[in-house]
């Protein structure tokens, strides 16, 4: 398959999954609204989310390096002796996991979700057992992504998102009127193991797999000592969604679920654009430091940032000035009414806020850890939790559920500020002025294009209560703001226009940094 063809079915891929996993959202919306059941779930669902955050996150940091390693040396009897090995040990270890905490579930689940009352707990726990086998497939699917990315093949990992998104979709649609939301359940669970098996054929089309365990190999070694560090990294990122529950379960319900659809309409641009971009620098950043190219990182690092930039700033502008509009047009059917577009709309700017610290902190933390930088990387990711917990804890009795949204926004942004002064000492010096210049631009982009959406919904103009006429308006304000937002930035030379395309092309070439004259080639 052609460079272009192969980049064209990825960004296709790509874009189909973040759109399905939207529309899992919008319907389960309409079933399930913001009620208790809604909020049910989600804290169920902790465990298993934050065992993919960690597992998917850490394995791929820390197999990488250590995989992509012994391949460019040629070793790769080697590199598949640990890769078999971390694969089999996990399904082993996991496996145990899961049975323990389907029999452990009365005792931690309640640490989650504190401030449900004893009917509703007793549906958690169940929802939990259910959800336990998900935690192997989760994992094991990440040992595959890290392992297909070395490879660069990137094809199969962006097909998992499709895979969970319509193995959900389809359940709720056809069981929910038998098992109400355990068919949301029953879908999560299928469609995390889906995700798994996806990536299957692609994996074995390598033909190097073995049923092998080599408890002595070197690398185990070399790898642990990346992992131990990276696995407390994640565990503390993810601890955020744990105190996010934690808190919100003693508010009134169906803010837990209010929190989930914010959350997920923010992470919309991040999961087309910037996940995308830090999934496929993560090979190229490791394979020039292992060269000692630290003017290649370098460059690839400020390129990245400022397509995020590019991204998320304007991204950002619209979430807060299009807040109800939004949420309306997407969500508000079925059990989803007025009242829950009116708390969800209240708490999307709030959640907005870190939208671009989010995104950098994804490229800036697989710098990090491509560089072996761990052990500043972990800490940082603690301070950045401990910063979280103490602002929800603060902002909790007077703000509520926009307190602990706030408090995710400016602990993102004090640990994108830490990371990025982390990566320039690691990649001895960043281009500031380049990266500087292009944030000005595109601010100041963005903020036309906010005051062009400002004075749209100042005239005050409501629209039919059909979807298709919000439907119809709410793109009417997208496109007006986008127009803006583009001719500005052309009229300002904002080189990001053309860099985007160009940088998307260029990430997909299979052997993009073995010729010596793309050794400091932009983002792969």
Known sequence: MSVAASTLFVVAATFASTLLGFM??????????????????????????????VFNGALLSALVPVFSDYIAHRREDDAWTLGNTILNLLAVVLTLCAVLGYFLAPWYVPLIAHGFPPPQMGVAIHMTRTLMPSIVAVSLSGVLTAMLNAYHRFRAAALTGIAINLVTIGCVMVLNHRYGIFALVFGTTWGLIAQFAVQLPSFLRLGRYRFMIDLKHPGLKQMWTLLG?????????????????????????????????VTKLVNFPQQIFAAAIATVIFPLLAAQFAKDNRRGVARSVVTGLRLVNFITIPSTCALVVLAYPMIQTLFERGTFGPSATTLTASLLPFSALGLVALAANVVLTRCCFACKETAATVAISVMTVLLNVLLSVLWLPSLGARGLLLANSLSQMFQAVLLLLLVARLVRGIEWSALIVSLVKVGIASGAMYAALHWIASLGVHPDASFAARAWYLAGQIAIGAAVFLSVARALGVEELDLAWKAIIAKFEKHLITPSENREAPIA
Do not use: C
């Open 24 to 53: 899992r959202e919008v319907i389960n919306a309409k079933y399930y609204g913001t009620h208790w059941e809604m909020d049910t779930f989600l804290a169920a669902a902790t465990i298993p989310t934050i065992l993919f955050g």
């Open 229 to 261: 560090p990276i696995v407390i990294g994640s565990a503390a990122g993810q601890l955020a969604l744990f105190f996010d529950r934690f808190f919100a379960s003693t508010l009134a319900p169906g803010y837990i679920a209010g929190m989930n659809y």
